[in-house]
C-alpha cells in the first residue's frame, strides 16, 4: 500500500520590504528546477477583505478558512508541500496545524534587513500613496518579529545578498531538495 507523504510547510516571515514575495518566487523557482513538487501561497492575498468582519477584526479567521480551502485543493492534487510567505507566519504554526491537517512539518524562515535595505526596496516597490505607513510598520514589524520570533525559525540576512543567494539558503533549510543548487 502506498504511503501517504506527510504534508509540509515552509513560512517565509519578515518585515515589510524584506523581499518575502520575491524570496518565496525565487524557491519556488529553484524547487521547479529540482523537480520537487510544491505550491506557492502569498498569505497577504487571504484576508483581502474591507471592511473587517466583527467577529474577526485582524482578519485572521478569514485567512485561516481561505488558507484551509485552498491547501484542501492542492492536497486534492497530490501536493504535500507547501510555501507559504507572510509577515507574521512563523508566528502562526497552529494555523497551518489546523489548516494542512494532521501534523504538518514545519519549516519557518525569518528574513531580515535592516532599516536601509527596507526603505530603498520599499521605495521601489510603494509608489503609491502607502509608503510612509508602509516604512513605520516595518521598523515596528521588524522588532517584533525579532523579539518573539521561536528559536525554531531560521534567521537568514537580505543585506547586500542577491535573491537567488537568499533562496538558495532558504530552499537548504527545508531539506527538500538533495544539495545546493
Known amino acids: 500500500m502506498d504511503e501517504v507523504p506527510r504534508h509540509e510547510v515552509l513560512l ?6 524584506v523581499g518575502k514575495s520575491t ?20 498569505g ?8 473587517a468582519p466583527a467577529d474577526d477584526p485582524h482578519r485572521s479567521k478569514i ?3 481561505n488558507l484551509t480551502a485552498v491547501w484542501r485543493n492542492f492536497a486534492a492534487r497530490g501536493h504535500h508541500r507547501l510555501v507559504y510567505t507572510n509577515t507574521v507566519s512563523v508566528l502562526e504554526p497552529d494555523m497551518f496545524v489546523r489548516a494542512l491537517g494532521g501534523a504538518p512539518r514545519i519549516v519557518g524562515v525569518l528574513l531580515t534587513a535592516g532599516d536601509d535595505t527596507a526603505r530603498r526596496r520599499l521605495e521601489a516597490r510603494e509608489i503609491g500613496s502607502q509608503l510612509d505607513a508602509h516604512l513605520v510598520r516595518s521598523a515596528r514589524m521588524a522588532r517584533h518579529l525579532d523579539a518573539v520570533a521561536p528559536p525554531w525559525v531560521a534567521r537568514i540576512a537580505t543585506d547586500g545578498r542577491s535573491v537567488p543567494e537568499i533562496a538558495r539558503d532558504v530552499v537548504a533549510a527545508t531539506g527538500w531538495c538533495p544539495g545546493p543548487e
Open 63 to 65: 485567512t485561516e478558512d
Open 12 to 17: 517565509i516571515a519578515g518585515r515589510s520590504g
Open 23 to 42: 524570496v518565496g518566487w525565487e524557491v519556488s523557482a529553484l524547487l521547479r528546477a529540482a523537480s520537487v513538487a510544491h505550491c506557492l501561497l502569498e
Open 44 to 51: 497577504d492575498l487571504l484576508d483581502q477583505i474591507h471592511p
